[in-house]
């Protein structure tokens, strides 16, 4: 089990977030289509913290399923075995892993409730293990670390009842695999064919097509401006993001959060070390005299932070490039104080440190 750990990653988008799973004999990421929705580039981060550009290259809405690439992802040696002849049974015991909430790397155990529910025209596996909003597009395994499904959804106002798509569902999807290229490819909810171009039909059976799920979503002018802070940093936004409206990435060792607060503040900052056990009053003093500039020293629940606050309608004025600069500030003035705090005062790094 800890071997396969390292193949399920956190899929970080502008949307949300998710899980995707590695297929080592395909060379592919699957998750959910609804997890991808609107994206044709996302990040992927493993339990190294360390985040990288994927590539969506096929997207099946009718089945929920989607298949991407990483180029530069380093490949796992242990992964979820797909090919195996293990069919589900009731009361089958099963795992489910993946990063429900955006949390970092969970696993949840139940059995199977139903190898074959009926739901809206589709079969899905129904159980009672935890199946929360993240877990999407995560592996759902047996002890031998065979893939049973692909966790999918929960109802809302159900305990103990989540979904997974059945393994001939992802085994019908993956035959195409061969006839893919590198461009973003619509699977046909009908017949199944691939449409690589923008169309209203498909070209093999006719069925019309949502136009629109070509079409990559399109950013707020609101976090176009804080994106643009971010690529200051020599930082690709899309690694950024997590979420809407929300970034979450490492400058170096120390963790950075930008997010809308309050409905009307865009607020940055950094949870830069843990207190020590000594020398408390010298670090008190530092962080009540330093000069952090805009920026501002802070302490809560144990933990030395870095924050910088302003109300998102002083991202429309004359102090817009002022503002977009201290944002990048924050994130390298970050870098530097959590060490600050190690080596002068003995503080520890955070969890949240890389």
Not at 78 to 90: F, G, P
Request: charged share 25%; aromatic share 10%; proline share 4%.
């Amino acid at each position: 089990m800890k071997n396969i750990e390292s193949s399920v990653f956190k899929i970080n988008t502008a949307n949300g977030t998710g899980t995707g799973f590695y297929n080592k004999e395909n060379d592919l990421i699957i998750t959910n289509y609804h997890v991808v929705a609107g994206c044709h580039t996302v990040s992927l981060e493993g339990k190294d913290k360390n985040r990288y550009l994927t590539q969506v290259l096929y997207v099946n809405p009718g089945k929920d399923i989607a298949f991407l690439r990483a180029n530069d992802l380093p490949k796992p040696i242990e992964t979820v075995v797909i090919e195996h002849q293990t069919e589900s049974k009731s009361r089958d015991k099963v795992i489910v892993l993946g990063y429900p909430y955006g949390m970092p790397f969970t696993v949840t155990e139940g059995i199977v409730s139903n190898p074959r529910q009926s739901i809206g025209g589709n079969y899905y596996i129904q159980t009672d293990a935890a199946i929360n909003p993240g877990n999407s597009g995560g592996p759902v395994i047996n002890e031998k670390g065979e893939l049973v499904g692909i966790a999918t959804s929960k109802f809302s106002d159900a305990d103990n009842m989540g979904f997974a798509i059945p393994m001939e569902t992802l085994r019908e999807e993956l035959t195409i695999v061969n006839d893919m290229t590198d461009a973003f490819t619509l699977g046909c909810s009908n017949c199944g064919g691939l449409i690589e171009e923008k169309t209203d039909y498909c070209p093999n059976c006719g069925t019309l097509v949502d136009e629109k799920l070509f079409e990559e979503m399109e950013l707020s002018d609101f976090s176009l401006k804080v994106e643009e802070a971010i690529s200051k940093l020599d930082i690709n936004p899309i690694l950024a993001r997590s979420g809407r409206e929300r970034w979450y990435f490492h400058q170096g060792s120390a963790e950075i959060r930008i997010f809308v607060y309050d409905n009307n503040y865009l607020f940055a900052t950094s949870p830069l070390n843990d207190l020590p056990r000594k020398n408390l009053a010298e670090i008190y003093e530092y962080i009540l005299t330093a000069d952090m500039g805009p920026h501002r020293l802070s302490i809560s629940d144990n933990q030395i932070y870095l924050s910088y606050r302003i109300h998102i309608s002083d991202l429309y004025s004359d102090h817009k490039d002022e503002i977009l600069e201290c944002l990048a500030q924050l994130a390298t003035k970050a870098d530097e104080l959590d060490n600050t705090f190690v080596n002068d005062f003995g503080a520890e790094m955070t969890h949240y440190s890389k």
